[in-house]
């Protein structure tokens, strides 16, 4: 069975941090590339982060470059994946969402084919 649940969503002030963590399991998920989602009210779901299987590399979009950090760690039956996200803003409040595809380079959800349930984070100004 096929499980990707999220956590670690939350209220923050504006300035603060808060890390996002998603669990996967019941694929081999570790050759994956996983990657961030976030949703906002009225906004479609747009493009976060991503992380190649091996976790040498990640990609960002350009508004949360140097403030997120996406990690893994590729345990043995379940993928662990991580969102640092540091000098939150009004406009990263969102339900956030971890997925997992085999395309490298893409911020595209259509090219994602599992997806956890999504953690709202709220920022408060």
């Known amino acids: 069975q096929v499980q990707l649940v999220e956590s670690g969503g939350g209220l923050v002030q504006a300035g603060g941090s808060l890390r996002l963590s998603c669990a996967a399991s019941?694929?081999?998920?570790?050759?994956?590339?996983m990657g961030w989602f976030r949703q906002a009210p009225g906004k479609e779901r747009e493009f976060v982060a991503a992380i190649r299987w091996s976790g040498g590399y990640t990609y960002y979009t350009d508004s949360v470059e140097g403030r997120f950090t996406i990690s893994r760690d590729n345990a043995e039956n379940t993928v662990y994946l991580y969102l640092e996200m540091n000098s939150l803003k009004p406009e990263d409040a969102a339900v956030y969402y971890c997925?997992?595809?085999?395309?490298?380079?893409?911020?595209?959800?259509?090219?994602?084919?599992?997806w956890g349930q999504g953690t709202q984070v709220t920022v408060s100004s």
């Open positions: 019941g694929r081999p998920f570790s050759t994956y590339v």
């Open positions: 997925a997992a595809g085999i395309r490298w380079l893409t911020t595209r959800d259509s090219d994602y084919a599992y």
